[in-house]
């Protein structure tokens, strides 16, 4: 059996006592989409942490639907549900940097069409939409136009950015459906201990999360632990970024190989709220 199929197969085992909607039980297109070869080797290997079909099932993805997911970073959900939209005749939206803001940085501006050439291919991704997202974009899409959307490990970024958090939120409620779905994944915040101010240390509690997107008018349907690590202590030297994928070594962000990375490598990814908002 080769590596990828592998780590995949080892992905569903790990969740494999996680309920799953009806619709979603055995989506077959869905696993197919993840177990395809246009995935890296890099986000394959992630799998077991990650657990992407449950994910993806427990937030209602689902053949036909408009799915807009915003910071989709190296791409790990684009890989897959960009070629299960194709494959079942829907839509996939990624929501990245807003190019028609004056202010972007060139930075930003290179990274979002070093994305799009990377997810060029509509042979094996069909045709990407794209939407500019940020502190003062324009909406997502038209009004009422998506079934899903999808926010994976972004909110700590948005808390030291005045009134960004109420933006964004309402930004996807507005380009939601009624009875759409916003799927929030972030790295969860010990609640037996204060947030750390503006979540500088990448752990959002999940109170704040509940709180914004209640406010943007949308009512909290399902918590799930599919995503949960109990290894995970959140008191790491350079927070969230100290244990794996980024694995900083430093603060400075430059590896130190004096460092001792055992101890974070063995606790794996970090602890996860997995979230589903509906729009009434």
Partial sequence: MSHRKFAVLAAFATAASIALPAAA??????????????????????DPARHPYESLAFWGVAPKKTIVEVSPGSGYWTEILAPY??????????GVAD?????????????????EAKYADEAKFGKITY????????????????????????????MGQEGMMDKVFKDFYNVLKP???LAVEEHRSDPTRAQAEGAKDGYVATDTVVAVAEKAGFKLDAKSEIN?????????????WTL?????????GQPDPSFDRAKYDAIGESDRMTLRFVKP
């Fill in 99 to 115: 190019t028609a803001n004056p202010k972007l940085s060139e930075g930003a501006r290179k990274g979002r069409a070093d994305f």
């Fill in 244 to 252: 794996p994928p980024v694995k900083r070594s430093s603060a400075n």
């Fill in 25 to 46: 039980a055995d989506d077959q297109a869905l696993k197919a989409a993840i177990a395809g070869p246009q995935r890296s080797a890099a986000h394959v290997a992630r």
């Fill in 131 to 158: 939407a500019g997202f940020g502190p003062v974009s324009a909406p997502l899409g038209a009004a009422g136009s998506a079934d899903v959307v999808i926010t994976a490990r972004n909110v700590h970024n948005w």
């Fill in 179 to 181: 009875g759409g779905v």
């Fill in 85 to 94: 939209a194709k494959a079942t005749g829907g839509t996939y939206v990624a």
């Fill in 228 to 240: 949960a690590n109990p290894k995970d202590t959140k008191d790491h030297p350079f927070g969230v």
